[in-house]
């Protein structure tokens, strides 16, 4: 079931999106501000076949879209051709749900692409697969390492975990992002590059 005009039009635009944020807005704009995009990807963004709906979910206090969303922002305002919408994962829950990752997750950022008749391109979901990876190897030998995660079982909700496995797991999070900020982003990049492309090709073959 695909999402129509009149329920994407009830998002909110990026810039209202930025105004009700009640956290990390100082994050996001930084990132926004500082993210490196290529000539090349802008003119592919700016050269699509149409303009693009993009419905985004996500939230503020979430790392992988106060990383991720402000891409997508960028790429909007240097393209021109993204035509963004914002809804809060938790007051939606039947768009969330249409778009759970592996099926089971609601993992944010969601970020779902429809051509000019809302015919679905393809979606993107949380951060990119390179990065996954090797986040889960650095959690990995976090838990096997440090002290602080002494009796902590790997995948314990960080709202329940002792405030000292808290504190480390946030400042590894912190530290992680920065030191793969430019792989990162250019990992976003390519990733919508490669599903935009996929589901236009597609479309053209149906």
Not at 7 to 21: I, L, N, P, S, V
Not at 109 to 119: G, I, K, L, M, Y
Not at 171 to 185: P, S
Request: hydrophobic share 40%.
């Amino acid at each position: 079931m695909t999402v129509t005009r009149e329920r994407f039009e009830q998002g909110m635009t990026y810039d209202e999106y930025k105004a009700q944020m009640t956290r990390n807005r100082e994050r996001l704009e930084e990132n926004e501000r500082t993210v490196e995009l290529s000539t090349d990807d802008i003119e592919f963004f700016a050269n699509l076949p149409e303009p693009l709906n993009v419905l985004v979910i996500t939230e503020d206090w979430c790392g992988d879209a106060i990383a991720n969303v402000p891409i997508l922002g960028r790429l909007a305002a240097e393209s021109g051709n993204l035509n963004l919408r914002i809804f809060l994962r938790d007051q939606n829950p039947d768009l969330m749900d249409r778009y759970l990752n592996q099926g089971i997750h609601r993992s944010i950022p969601v970020f779902a692409f429809f051509d000019q008749q809302f015919r679905p391109i393809g979606h993107w979901i949380e951060r990119p697969a390179v990065i996954t990876e090797m986040q889960e190897k650095m959690l990995a030998n976090l838990y096997a390492t440090d002290p602080a995660f002494a009796g902590v079982v790997p995948g314990t909700s960080i709202a329940v975990m002792p405030d000292a496995a808290r504190a480390r797991l946030m400042q590894a999070f912190a530290a992680f992002r920065v030191e793969t900020r430019q792989l990162a982003d250019r990992e976003v990049v390519r990733e919508l590059r490669e599903l935009i492309s996929r589901g236009l090709a597609l479309r053209q073959e149906g």
